[in-house]
């Protein structure tokens, strides 16, 4: 795959289309400044700790979905970058309720981190079913990659000093992995499902279309109403943050501390 010259624009985008936007520059900094009053225990700890995993959170969600964007544009959609899909601008993507509104409430109801509705991209004009399956696999190991990163400094030993921080730390880590796990799962309509619809005969793409405008709800539905699912899921997801050297306790302490309304 060429991936052309640095910064890889195509002639006649302007700058504009690449730069990150104010909107996500303020999120960002509400993250850094929210961890910074969390670490020092600034006003109310529970407060902070909220504002710090809900900010980390949808920074993660503008990476997850930039990240869609970035291996689209790089593989033949230069539409996204019109789009405004490469500026990190949560305003900018197709579905805004579904990328943000909706997994910030369900992260508030149940500590789940759900995944969000993929930016639009024009598959026709994607080089290959590689590249095709390739864009739906970059917003989930994004995902994956943001919590192995935010683990780092328990794995490293690091994890002295303000509690409640890391505390703070390993449930915005969990939450990583509860979506990375949730958006790999091969169900039409989230990213999974979508990263084998290339490979699937027509008859099943048919088939997998019908179905997608489900998936979602499917998901949920099961997870929220299945205890027996539920208690698998969680299971998936300790079990993998054991491996990636997530304190288990640490992340019960940080989901207490971030429902600060209970």
Known sequence: MSFGRSPGRVAGLPREAFRP???FLGILALFGVSGWMTWTGFGNVRIDVFLFVVAGWVVSLCLHEYAHALVAYKGGDHDVAHRGYLTLDPVKYTHPLLSFVLPVV????GGIGLPG???WVNHSVIRSRAVDSLISFAGPATNLVFAVALVLPFTLGLDGGNSAFWAALAFLAFLQLTASILNFLPVPGIDGGNLLFPWLSPQWQRGFNHVAPYGMLLLIALLFFSPVINGWFFDVVYS?????GLPSYLVSDGYQLFRFWS
């Not at 369900?106 to 109801?109: A, E, Q, Y």
């Open 240 to 244: 993998l943050g054991d491996v990636i």
């Open 117 to 119: 509705g993929a930016v």
């Open 106 to 109: 369900f992260l508030m109801m």
């Open 21 to 23: 936007s104010p909107i």
